[in-house]
């Protein structure tokens, strides 16, 4: 193999950080699932595996910065000296059974990819292909791997948007809760890990949450913000005064000005949805004019007076 910093294309001073982001993005670029017809891909995916094994690790960044082991993390040896390792095992820090990710690509990957690609990283550590813990093909591993995951709808309406969770049903009659992100959207899928199938000597699967948006009876959604319609009595329409307007958190005094129009919008600060970035939508409340139900004909004789004076 070649130079690992070569590999994930970092300098020999850079810090974790910046080969931590290097590999995260080798990762994401040359992964299987986007280059399922590209082998050399595939090579490369299991190069920059290599590579972030021996400089992600400090301890074996350290060995290898010496020259005690080489592009593999085997051991060089130096004559029967013991080479960089006077005095000890030759094969100290390169057979000790830990992890030779650091717990770092490991978690990377599960990170990125979902948890069957901690498997591949196992794989790699144990000497073989990153997909050799599957029968060595990414395409058996994933069909392997998804076959533990359960895939189930769950309903959402806009009092469970403002909570941020709601509850599903599991197969076996399980109610379970999901938490649900600001902003979600229709057809989002919420990934609940470990709630899905389960088989003999395998992880369990995941519970693939799909949510679908339901209506509400009198609030529809617009992102973060929601809307309403209020009737106001025409008296208050001409006059002006305060109705009471429903907003999620319960009822509320809505101040209606003199003259006011059927369409008119009034817009509540803060009476909406949670934001990603903090805080609430807004409540935009159409006003809709109500003629009396009582003493419509006095009505009707009024304008009629006003019409015929015009």
Do not use: W
């Amino acid at each position: 193999m070649s130079n690992p910093y070569s590999v994930l294309g970092v300098q020999k001073s850079a810090d974790d950080k910046a080969i931590k982001s290097a590999f995260r993005k080798l990762a994401m670029k040359y992964h299987p699932d986007q280059n399922a017809d590209n082998k050399n891909a595939q090579a490369k995916f299991a190069e920059i595996n290599q590579a972030y094994e021996i400089i992600g690790d400090k301890e074996k960044r350290a060995q290898y910065d010496r020259g005690e082991i080489d592009e593999e993390g085997k051991p060089k040896f130096a004559g029967f000296q013991g080479g960089g390792h006077p005095g000890g095992n030759p094969f100290a820090g390169a057979q000790q059974g830990g992890n030779p990710f650091g717990g770092g690509a490991e978690d990377i990957l599960s990170e990125i990819f979902g948890s069957a690609f901690g498997g591949q990283a196992q794989a790699q550590r144990r000497g073989g292909s990153p997909f050799s813990g599957m029968g060595g093909h990414p395409h058996q591993q994933r069909q392997s791997t998804a076959s533990l995951d359960l895939e189930m709808k769950g309903g959402v309406t806009i009092e469970d948007l403002m909570r941020g969770k709601t509850t599903v049903r599991m197969p076996d009659g399980k109610q379970i809760s999901v938490s649900i992100p600001p902003e979600a959207e229709h057809g989002q899928v919420i990934r609940l890990k470990g709630q899905g199938k389960k088989a003999p000597g395998r992880q369990p699967g995941a519970a693939l949450v799909k949510l679908v948006m339901k209506s509400h009876a009198k609030f529809r959604r617009e992102g973060v913000n929601l809307r309403s319609d209020v009737a106001v009595p025409l008296e208050t329409a001409v006059l002006g005064g305060k109705i009471a307007v429903e907003t999620i958190d319960g009822k509320l005094s809505l101040n209606i000005p003199s003259g006011t129009s059927s369409g008119k919008i009034f817009r509540l600060k803060g009476k909406g949805l949670p934001k990603k970035s903090g805080g609430f939508g807004d409540l935009l409340v159409s006003a809709s004019i109500q003629l009396p139900d009582k003493d419509l004909k006095q009505l009707v004789t009024f304008f009629e007076k006003m019409k015929s004076k015009q």
